[in-house]
Nanobody
Framework: QVQLVESGGGLVQPGGSLTLSCKASGVIVDYYLIGWFRQAPGKEREEVSCISTPTGRQVYADSVKGRFTISRNNAKGTVYLQMNSLKPEDTADYYC???????????????WGKGTLVTVSS
């Protein structure tokens, strides 16, 4: 059974940094596309970043390019999202998703974690 558990969220000031972790169990992470998505209150879930297999190709939403970096540690079964230069508009619940396909879209994810809240505020 696939399980995804996010951690690392919290309260941070604008301009600050956070690193989110997505620990996967029941699956070998380097076999699948894994992505980070976020959902702000009253808004739809949106794609943030994905890392695919087997090349490790990374994709990013335009809103986070140059600020966020996705990475994967296959030995630990964990995917990370390093978030720098955070803005108030980055405030959202962040979810980790796993896809058996190859598209970085929320509707394409086959498994989800329960999310971790990121709040960017002074």
């Amino acid at each position: 059974q696939v399980q995804l558990v996010e951690s690392g969220g919290g309260l941070v000031q604008p301009g600050g940094s956070l690193t989110l972790s997505c620990k996967a169990s029941g699956v070998i992470v380097d076999y699948y596309l894994i992505g980070w998505f976020r959902q702000a209150p009253g808004k739809e879930r949106e794609e943030v970043s994905c890392i695919s297999t087997p090349t490790g190709r990374q994709v990013y939403a335009d809103s986070v390019k140059g600020r966020f970096t996705i990475s994967r540690n296959n030995a630990k079964g964990t995917v990370y999202l390093q978030m720098n230069s955070l803005k108030p508009e980055d405030t959202a619940d962040y979810y980790c998703g796993l896809s058996y396909g190859d598209s970085c879209v929320s509707t394409g994810m086959d498994n989800w974690g329960k999310g971790t809240l990121v709040t960017v505020s002074s």
